[in-house]
């Protein structure tokens, strides 16, 4: 069974960072694209990061370019998303997200239950 | 960007009719197109991809058709546990995905 666990959400003040975690299990995380997609409160998803199985390529979405940086880590199945200089409109429920498809799009076919991040002050 | 529009916003129905969701890109997707579901303080979960691939364990009563610009997500039978909102999802160019749509019990 594919389970993805995310940590490290929580309440930061507009200007800070945060990093939040994602440990997965269950399947062969090496040979999967991962991605976080995002969803603020009441609204509908919103993708924000992909990262190739061998960090060579990572996309983002405009709006967190420049702030937002992902990672993995194979060897502990584990997959990081750095953020920085947050604003409010980066508040939202962050969700690990297993992606399949090719390297040319992604479907998302394993989600984690997400890890609120609320920046506010 | 691509934008995906889906309608109708909400839709009240009742249990054991079949019900039609619509998804539209504003340029052409090919089959590159998703659907998921997500019920109240939930994750989404993927129900169709490549436009009518269902995922692993989707009941038969879950079907998707379309291409290019226009797709539906097709429910027969409604069951209790279908009641939920529903978000298509293109990756052909990037990553959007529509507004939703709420199945609501009528």
């Known amino acids: 069974e594919v389970v993805l666990v995310e940590s490290g959400g929580g309440l930061v003040q507009p200007g800070g960072s945060l990093r939040l975690s994602c440990a997965a299990s269950g399947f062969s995380f090496s040979r999967y694209w991962m991605s976080w997609v995002r969803q603020a409160p009441g609204k509908g998803l919103e993708w924000v990061a992909n990262?190739?199985?061998?960090?060579?390529?990572?996309f983002y979405v405009d709006s967190v370019k420049g702030r937002f940086t992902g990672s993995r880590d194979n060897a502990k199945n584990s997959l990081y998303l750095e953020m920085n200089t947050l604003r409010a409109e980066d508040t939202a429920v962050y969700y690990c997200v297993r992606g399949s498809g090719s390297d040319s799009g992604l479907y998302f076919d394993n989600w984690g239950q997400g890890t609120l991040v609320t920046v506010s002050s | 960007e691509i934008v995906m529009t889906q309608s109708p916003a909400t839709l009240s129905v009742s249990p054991g009719e079949r019900v039609t969701l619509s998804c539209r890109a504003s340029q052409s997707v090919g089959s590159t197109l998703a659907w998921y579901q997500q019920k109240p303080g939930q994750a989404p979960r993927l129900l169709i991809y490549a436009a009518s691939t269902r995922a692993t364990g989707v009941p038969a009563r879950f079907s998707g058709t379309g291409s290019g610009t226009e797709f539906t997500l097709t429910i027969t039978s409604l069951q209790s546990e279908d009641f939920a909102v529903y978000y298509c999802q293109q990756y052909s160019f990037w990553y959007t995905f529509g507004q939703g749509t709420k199945l609501e019990i009528k």
């Open positions: 990262i190739r199985q061998d960090e060579s390529l990572k």
